[in-house]
């Protein structure tokens, strides 16, 4: 018996994304060939995420170089999709533009961002975001981590694809400077004035 063959899983996938109407507050990714709907992050999540995406524009004004930070902005990878809290990528952007206009390739993206919340956004920007980053080139991947012990901002560098990683990797708790040591936002610093004092420092 002969038979037809079916659709493509990961273009299924894709087309499932792309036809989802979600509520206000809401957002999905296609993380690791799996479609994840997440609620908007709580207000420290905010809090955080606008002081990184402020100071790296600040940062990048002053350095007058061609790049902007953007949020809500679906990178694209091979039928995966993702909305990091912040994404570092050329102001002029056009030819990154994905064909369907639906966000922008990982190859235009330089930097992204994410600031961890409790629950599953830990495993998912912990270790299957770093996986995923790493698959796609991205430069430098920034994670901090509200949710590890009393805080840390991990910056990852040099991805290497074929293992799904980064070469590079510096750790340090709240509190401890960190530096972007490579792309349009080499030499920005991270420190308390982003995520604020460690965690069990605060009263």
């Known amino acids: 018996m002969t038979t037809t063959p079916g659709p493509d899983l990961d273009e299924t996938r894709w087309q499932a994304w792309n036809a989802m109407a979600l509520p206000e507050g ?31 524009s600040r940062f990048l004004d002053g350095e007058s170089k061609p790049y902007v930070v953007n949020n809500a902005l679906n990178v694209i990878h091979e039928r995966q999709s993702w909305i990091p809290d912040a994404v570092v990528c050329p102001e002029d952007d056009d030819r990154f533009v994905t064909d369907d206009g639906l966000g922008l390739a990982a190859r235009g993206v330089r930097l992204v961002a994410e600031v961890v919340s409790p629950g599953q956004s830990e495993e998912r920007d912990r ?7 790493a698959r796609a080139g991205i430069p430098v991947y920034v994670l901090v981590d509200d949710q590890d012990g009393g805080g840390s901002v991990t910056v990852l560098a040099q991805p ?6 980064y070469r590079q990797s510096h750790r340090v708790p709240y ?3 960190v530096t972007v040591p490579e792309g349009p936002a080499k030499g920005f610093v991270i420190g308390e004035a982003i995520t604020g004092p460690p965690r069990n420092a605060r009263t």
Do not use: C, M, Q
């Open 26 to 56: 809401f957002h999905a990714e296609i993380v690791e060939g799996f479609i994840e709907v997440s609620p908007t992050g709580h207000h420290r999540h905010s809090k955080v995420g606008n002081r990184l995406r402020r100071e790296l």
């Open 175 to 177: 509190g401890t400077e």
């Open 127 to 133: 270790v299957r975001k770093r996986r995923a980053y």
């Open 160 to 165: 290497a694809p074929e293992e799904a990683d």
